[in-house]
């Protein structure tokens, strides 16, 4: 099954808004990575977040980790065009390699000029 | 920082026909090396990993192979192609080191006829 799971599958907002996706995990993690891809692009790492850390912050996005809920949030505010893309959460598994992660079926964000 | 290479950038080949990406690395020594399948609109699958020459870990049961020939040289290759063997797929690299992002080329396009 499924390490990491996004919430929604798709979001459609106007440009200026803020976006925020969600992440579900099942096991313990040490870390949890957002990813964003642009179509037929390879993907590019947004932000890791370690798994003694709650929040953290780049430029327009800011991630959050409750590791007792085992979920992740991804905002990315005042949405541009540009921002357009689908994003990914990626975990690791502490009973596996650390450096082997699963990545979750991605959320598709369509941001309207 | 590490560059990945990958070619080609669209394939179409006829069932039943040999196949061999390569994937190139710059900007690092001895890193782990990934290949992933994507299919449309879907997360990535995780094929094989490599922590080093000729050391290659299959994650699923299929079709493909990979080698790793030298540190920053990861191929990936099929004796006879089948029609569920069409997808996106993407190569990637991390420094191996605790808590780093992976870094992914641009992909190759795979279409079988």
């Known amino acids: 099954s499924q390490q990491g799971e996004e919430d929604p599958q798709a979001l459609s907002i106007q440009e200026g808004e803020n976006a925020t996706m969600n992440c579900s995990y099942k096991?313990?993690?040490?870390?949890l990575q957002w990813y964003r891809q642009n179509s037929g692009r390879g993907l590019v790492h947004l932000i890791l977040?370690?798994?003694?850390?709650r929040e953290k912050h780049s430029g327009r996005l800011r991630v959050t980790l409750d590791t007792s809920k085992k979920s992740s949030s991804l905002l990315i505010t005042a949405s541009r065009a540009a921002d357009t893309a689908s994003y990914f959460c990626?975990?690791?598994?502490?009973?596996?390699?650390?450096?082997?992660?699963?990545f979750g079926p991605g959320t598709s964000l369509s941001v309207i000029p | 920082s590490q560059t990945i290479h990958q070619w080609p950038a669209t394939l179409v080949q006829p069932v039943g026909s040999p196949l061999s990406l390569e994937c190139t690395v710059e900007g690092t020594s001895n890193p782990n090396l990934y290949w992933y399948r994507q299919a449309a609109g879907r997360g990535l699958q995780l094929l094989f990993y490599s922590v080093g020459i000729g050391q290659i870990s299959s994650e699923v049961p299929q079709n493909l192979s990979a080698s790793r020939p030298q540190d920053r040289q990861f191929i990936l290759s099929s004796k006879k192609l089948l029609l569920s063997d069409s997808g996106f797929y993407l190569c990637?690299?991390?420094?191996?080191?605790?808590?780093?992002?992976?870094?992914f080329g641009d992909g190759t396009r795979l279409s079988i006829l």
């Open positions: 096991t313990s993690i040490n870390n």
């Open positions: 990637a690299c991390s420094t191996g080191q605790y808590n780093q992002p992976q870094h």
């Open positions: 977040i370690r798994s003694n850390e």
């Open positions: 990626a975990t690791d598994a502490k009973k596996t390699s650390y450096d082997k992660v699963i």
